[in-house]
């Protein structure tokens, strides 16, 4: 059984800052990569940022600048650095964990509400 759980949502007014924890747990083969998505009320669930061992850093264009993705390889943890929030981030984000199989393992979300 594997485990995607985040953490560090909540409300915070437009210009402000969050940071969002992930960890995987469980019975989870070799981690490929590990990101972060999110889905705004009547949209698609979008990628925000994503982190693949040893290479690129892939961003959607609309946080490039503002937010940062970072992992601790170690411990199966990723982090996501949201500054300079905008209303339109306003959105639930899920942590993804691919394994080298490409199988993808989802968190349940963790609400952003940025107030303008």
């Known amino acids: 059984q594997v485990q995607v759980m985040e953490s560090g949502g909540g409300l915070v007014q437009a210009g402000g800052s969050l940071r969002l924890s992930c960890v995987a747990s469980?019975?989870?083969?070799?981690?490929?990569?590990m990101g972060w998505y999110r889905q705004a009320p009547g949209k698609q669930r979008e990628l925000v940022a994503i982190m693949p061992n040893g290479g690129s850093t892939n961003y959607a264009d609309s946080v490039k600048g503002r937010f940062t993705i970072s992992r601790d390889g170690a411990k199966n943890t990723v982090y996501l650095q949201m500054n300079s929030l905008k209303s339109e981030d306003t959105a639930v984000y899920y942590c993804n964990a691919r394994d080298v199989r490409l199988m993808n393992y989802w968190g349940k979300g963790t609400l952003v509400t940025v107030s303008s």
């Open positions: 469980g019975s989870i083969f070799q981690i490929f990569a």
